[in-house]
């Protein structure tokens, strides 16, 4: 007698991880590969400020939102950085996640407690929901939305949603949850590559070009 | 064994009260998740309870469920209990042996046809019939011959309900759970490697007095099966406060932390241990050290290993891992190449036009 839902949790942490790994890793490596090598035109004009460090310093004044822009755009900047930090907490301080990184890295710190990561993840999950709501309510938002928008959304908040049903049982067999936590962080590690997602690595690089460039035009970022 | 005396007379001859006899009824009427007002049904049936024929088929198996059952500390009353029902074949605990015993189990079920509960541990070999046989006779033929005249089947212990170690892969012997060969009859399932003797005394006396119990999907009674050792475990609160033992011999071993990182799989196994516990309640696995290793589920030998975290992939990723790196930085170098000569290419071919050429091309 087999149970459907232990076999799928052990696909879903053999087989599947695996070929959700390989994508995810050869993607990445692949993308990052392409854009170092392609690189950008030589600038032959004398050069009027140091590139380089500006293209540094962009990779971290670009989070600091501009004066006023919070103001500008509350439920973009706040709904914005609260998912990401949500994000970041939920996944580096539960202790099943630091296992895996142990697991897979040898290196380990410290778990949050549950009280923190439960209430970390339920406002992840709303900071969420307002910035897709406010993808639909804002005109001019909306119609700079396109599907892949939408779907990174959804592979975005599937892990966290499942990940708090499966930890505090809401519904369905805890097992089958669990299962089905690992499949949606595997849905989403195989369109990391491929979609805006690929922003959470490419943002450093990005942000340098930008950064350089402009630096050695002579402007500070 | 027909001759066997009724509860009542045997629990006089063992020293047991009624009082005791009363409290064992209400205790295992909790643990059956039955109403209190229920405890005296279950005293009354109990005493007079029809000895059922119970025929105990050995098959690919350790022993170790019969040694778990034997090992309740004599003389409790789960132990008469047990001694309640006519235990007419067992290899291991009958004196008989060779044809003796099996004319045993042939008049037992002679007698008893259709009203006789088969139990059963370890799992049968579908293979090659031969791989196990008792007295000439397969598991296979053996298990279809006693089960056709059987009231009901107990699977006892993993082998017997999901086929267990046997079943492991890579399953040399084909062995298989009872009932993927039983499908006509009832069949509880009450797994563990082995089962806890008091669950199986539990069910045992449900079936005297109640009949089949509620079973949950895998065929194990929900009473016993029906929550997690991770939520009933006597350490959840280090796990709710992230406090993990990292290794059998830190501070937080030490300090009995959760055993998760160390592979504990009480999330996603059901059982009775945190509750019930073993050795007439003195302590269970996780209480004495070490990780859960989900011995009540289907297939947990093959779970990825039992020192694994349950987070953790199961499979050798890293080897997955680093040829993706190789692969994704030879694509992603002959794609950005490729591109590349694809510029040079087309800045080649640009032909140099003035003025002039387009007034005339247009």
Same mark, same amino acid.
């Given at each position: 007698?087999?149970?459907?839902?232990?076999?799928?949790?052990?696909?879903?942490?053999?087989?599947?991880?695996?070929?959700?790994?390989?994508?995810?890793?050869?993607?990445?490596?692949?993308?990052?590969?392409?854009?170092?090598?392609?690189?950008?035109?030589?600038?032959?004009?004398?050069?009027?400020?140091?590139?380089?460090?500006?293209?540094?310093?962009?990779?971290?004044?670009?989070?600091?939102?501009?004066?006023?822009?919070?103001?500008f755009a509350p439920v973009t900047y706040i709904g914005g950085?609260?998912f990401?930090?949500?994000?970041?907490?939920?996944?580096?301080?539960?202790?099943?996640?630091?296992?895996?990184?142990?697991?897979?890295?040898?290196?380990?710190?410290?778990?949050?407690?549950?009280?923190?990561?439960?209430?970390?993840?339920?406002?992840?999950?709303l900071a969420l929901l307002a910035l897709t709501y406010s993808r639909f309510t804002d005109p001019v938002r909306k119609s700079l939305t396109?599907?892949?928008d939408y779907?990174?959304l959804?592979?975005?908040?599937?892990?966290?949603?499942?990940?708090?049903?499966?930890?505090?049982?809401?519904?369905?067999?805890?097992?089958?949850?669990?299962?089905?936590?690992?499949?949606?962080?595997?849905?989403?590690?195989?369109?990391?590559?491929?979609?805006?997602?690929?922003?959470?690595?490419?943002?450093?690089?990005?942000?340098?070009?930008?950064?350089?460039?402009?630096?050695?035009?002579?402007?500070?970022? | 064994?027909?001759?066997?005396?009724?509860?009542?007379?045997?629990?006089?001859?063992?020293?047991?009260?009624?009082?005791?006899?009363?409290?064992?009824?209400?205790?295992?009427?909790?643990?059956?998740?039955?109403?209190?007002?229920?405890?005296?049904?279950?005293?009354?049936?109990?005493?007079?309870?029809?000895?059922?024929?119970?025929?105990?088929?050995?098959?690919?198996?350790?022993?170790?469920?019969?040694?778990?059952?034997?090992?309740?500390?004599?003389?409790?009353?789960?132990?008469?209990?047990?001694?309640?029902?006519?235990?007419?074949?067992?290899?291991?605990?009958?004196?008989?042996?060779?044809?003796?015993?099996?004319?045993?189990?042939?008049?037992?079920?002679?007698?008893?046809?259709?009203?006789?509960?088969?139990?059963?541990?370890?799992?049968?070999?579908?293979?090659?019939?031969?791989?196990?046989?008792?007295?000439?006779?397969?598991?296979?033929?053996?298990?279809?011959?006693?089960?056709? %005249? =059987?009231? +009901?089947?107990?699977?006892?212990? !993993?082998?017997?309900?999901?086929?267990? @170690?046997?079943?492991?892969? *890579?399953? &040399?012997? %084909? =062995?298989? +759970?009872?009932?993927?060969?039983? !499908?006509?009859?009832?069949?509880?399932? @009450?797994?563990?490697?082995? *089962?806890? &003797?008091?669950?199986?005394?539990?069910?045992?006396?449900?079936?005297?007095?109640?009949?089949?119990?509620?079973?949950?999907?895998?065929?194990?009674?929900?009473?016993?099966?029906?929550?997690?050792?991770?939520?009933?475990?006597?350490?959840?609160?280090?796990?709710?406060?992230?406090?993990?033992?990292?290794?059998?011999?830190?501070?937080?071993?030490?300090?009995?932390?959760?055993?998760?990182?160390?592979?504990?799989?009480?999330?996603?196994?059901?059982?009775?241990?945190?509750?019930?516990?073993?050795?007439?309640?003195?302590?269970?696995?996780?209480?004495?050290?070490?990780?859960?290793?989900?011995?009540?589920?289907?297939?947990?030998?093959?779970?990825?290993?039992?020192?694994?975290?349950?987070?953790?992939?199961?499979?050798?990723?890293?080897?997955?891992?680093?040829?993706?790196?190789?692969?994704?930085?030879?694509?992603?170098?002959?794609?950005?190449?490729?591109?590349?000569?694809?510029?040079?290419?087309?800045?080649?071919?640009?032909?140099?036009?003035?003025?002039?050429?387009?007034?005339?091309?247009?």
């Open positions: 007698m087999n149970n459907p839902a232990f076999d799928l949790l052990m696909w879903a942490r053999g087989p599947g991880f695996d070929i959700a790994l390989v994508i995810f890793v050869g993607g990445i490596v692949l993308r990052l590969f392409e854009i170092s090598i392609l690189g950008r035109k030589r600038d032959l004009a004398p050069a009027k400020g140091n590139g380089f460090l500006q293209g540094l310093k962009t990779i971290f004044s670009r989070s600091v939102p501009r004066e006023g822009l919070v103001k950085y609260v990401h930090i949500g994000f970041f907490v939920a996944f580096f301080f539960f202790a099943p996640h630091i296992a895996l990184i142990d697991d897979a890295f040898g290196i380990s710190w410290p778990a949050a407690g549950r009280v923190i990561i439960e209430s970390v993840t339920a406002l992840t999950v396109t599907f892949d779907l990174v959804l592979l975005s908040a599937l892990p966290l949603i499942t990940g708090y049903v499966a930890v505090n049982k809401l519904f369905g067999d805890p097992t089958m949850m669990l299962a089905v936590h690992l499949l949606t962080v595997e849905a989403l590690m195989i369109a990391f590559p491929f979609t805006k997602l690929m922003h959470a690595v490419s943002f450093v690089l990005s942000r340098y070009y930008n950064g350089s460039i402009q630096g050695r035009k002579g402007a500070e970022s | 064994m027909a001759n066997k005396p009724l509860l009542p007379e045997m629990m006089k001859t063992h020293g047991v009260s009624r009082r005791a006899f009363l409290k064992y009824c209400a205790s295992l009427t909790s643990l059956m998740a039955l109403s209190p007002a229920m405890v005296p049904r279950v005293a009354k049936a109990l005493e007079s309870a029809p000895r059922p024929s119970v025929i105990w088929l050995s098959f690919q198996e350790c022993t170790g469920c019969t040694e778990s059952i034997t090992r309740s500390h004599s003389p409790t009353i789960e132990d008469l209990i047990f001694n309640s029902v006519s235990l007419d074949y067992h290899h291991t605990l009958q004196a008989a042996s060779g044809h003796a015993a099996e004319a045993a189990r042939e008049q037992a079920m002679k007698d008893n046809y259709g009203k006789y509960l088969l139990v059963v541990d370890g799992s049968i070999p579908i293979k090659d019939p031969g791989y196990s046989c008792i007295a000439g006779i397969s598991n296979l033929d053996m298990l279809k011959e006693t089960a056709a %005249g =059987a009231a +009901a089947i107990v699977s006892v212990g !993993t082998c017997a309900a999901y086929g267990g @170690v046997g079943h492991a892969n *890579p399953n &040399p012997t %084909g =062995a298989v +759970a009872v009932s993927e060969i039983i !499908t006509d009859k009832p069949i509880i399932n @009450v797994p563990g490697c082995p *089962p806890i &003797p008091v669950v199986m005394t539990g069910v045992l006396a449900h079936f005297l007095t109640f009949g089949i119990p509620e079973l949950d999907a895998l065929g194990r009674p929900k009473a016993f099966f029906g929550e997690s050792i991770h939520d009933r475990c006597y350490r959840r609160p280090f796990y709710d406060k992230g406090k993990f033992a990292e290794s059998f011999d830190d501070e937080g071993a030490r300090g009995g932390w959760c055993l998760y990182k160390l592979g504990c799989k009480g999330p996603t196994t059901h059982s009775a241990c945190a509750t019930v516990k073993w050795n007439n309640g003195v302590s269970f696995p996780i209480e004495a050290g070490h990780p859960c290793l989900g011995c009540t589920e289907p297939d947990f030998w093959d779970n990825g290993g039992f020192y694994k975290p349950l987070s953790v992939p199961s499979g050798d990723y890293r080897k997955m891992g680093l040829a993706a790196i190789v692969g994704g930085a030879a694509i992603g170098t002959a794609s950005a190449l490729l591109s590349k000569a694809g510029k040079a290419k087309a800045v080649k071919a640009h032909e140099t036009v003035n003025a002039h050429d387009l007034e005339k091309s247009s």
